[in-house]
């Protein structure tokens, strides 16, 4: 009984602590490199490249965090906070999803997962802008751009997780 309460104390603990790092990454990697997008207000950015390193190597619960919250954190320095209530949700999904549907194991589940979180994402921004924002139909001219993003996070992001997860201790995958 001893045994298992300190595991799932440690087990908690690498979760919180990974979740936190990769929350950073993501913040930094979104902040760093954005392409504003008058239309709607928004930009495209990199942050999916480390969201889906994220959930992928480490699970849905560090995914949907570290996508969540480091995306909040960089809409809100950056000066799009009216975004970041929906990018917590939507990004927290995206890296929620992908780590759900990723078994790592096979190369073709974590396409299929990316894929998935993608479409949540690409979707999820485009409902934003179009009814609680009250962008409209202006809305689209995000949608190729968000798509970029999700190919150019899938073409990096699995790769890159592919070999941290040959490479990190079992305990720290999947949580």
């Known amino acids: 009984m001893l045994n298992n309460n300190k595991t ?16 950073a990454l993501v913040a930094i ?5 954005q392409f504003p997008v008058p ?13 889906f390193i994220s959930a ?16 909040f954190i960089s809409d809100a320095v950056s000066g799009y906070l009216l975004y970041a209530p929906f990018t917590l949700i939507i990004k927290g999904l995206e890296g929620t999803i992908a780590g759900s ?21 690409v979707g ?12 409209g139909w202006a809305a689209l001219v995000e949608v190729p751009g968000n798509i ?4 150019v996070g899938a073409a990096i992001g699995i790769p890159v997780s592919l070999v941290l997860r040959r490479r990190l201790p079992a305990a720290w995958r999947k949580s």
């Open 101 to 121: 549907i990723s078994n790592q194991e096979n190369i073709w589940r974590d396409a299929i997962a990316v894929t998935v979180a993608g479409v949540e994402m």
């Open 148 to 151: 970029t993003q999700i190919v």
């Open 39 to 51: 239309a709607t207000g928004g930009y495209i950015d990199i942050g999916d490249v480390m969201i």
């Open 56 to 71: 992928l190597t480490f699970g849905p619960i560090v995914g949907g965090l570290a996508g969540g919250i480091g995306s």
């Open 124 to 135: 999820g921004y485009f409902l934003a802008e179009f009814f609680p924002l009250h962008i």
């Open 29 to 33: 990697s979104t902040f760093l490199i």
């Open 8 to 23: 799932q104390f440690k087990r908690a603990a690498t979760t919180f602590a990974l979740s936190a790092v990769m929350a």
